[in-house]
Nanobody, 118 residues
């Protein structure tokens, strides 16, 4: 399984970005995983930002509720993170993640840098 994340960049506070993560691999043809976005701010631990389950249920960290939206397109094996009203504290490396109850491991994308200038 491979996850390829892209769409990061430099944006001013109040702006928007959309991250994408394309998945490929045998497991995605057999199982529909939960898809997650994590982020790791400079000098801090990685944290869960948003989740979308195989059934389409979403959950968000309190810090991004109302500003970020996670969406999935299973036909394209792609998960998106729409980020609006960005703040400087959203600056981080963002990682996509795929997980399924029958898998023995989780899968991670390579990370994409998001920098929000104030």
């Amino acid at each position: 399984v491979q996850l390829q994340a892209y769409g990061g960049g430099l944006v001013q506070a109040g702006g928007s970005l959309r991250l994408s993560c394309a998945a490929s691999g045998m497991f995605f043809e057999i199982s529909v995983p939960d898809l997650n976005w994590f982020r790791q701010p400079p000098g801090k631990q990685r944290e869960l930002v948003a989740t979308i389950t195989s059934g389409g249920r979403t959950n968000y960290a309190d810090s991004v509720k109302g500003r970020f939206s996670i969406l999935r397109d299973d036909a394209k094996n792609t998960v998106y993170l729409q980020m609006n009203s960005l703040k400087s504290e959203d600056t981080a490396v963002y990682y996509c993640n795929a997980d399924h109850p029958t898998w023995t491991t989780q899968y991670w994308g390579q990370g994409t840098q998001v920098t929000v200038s104030s």
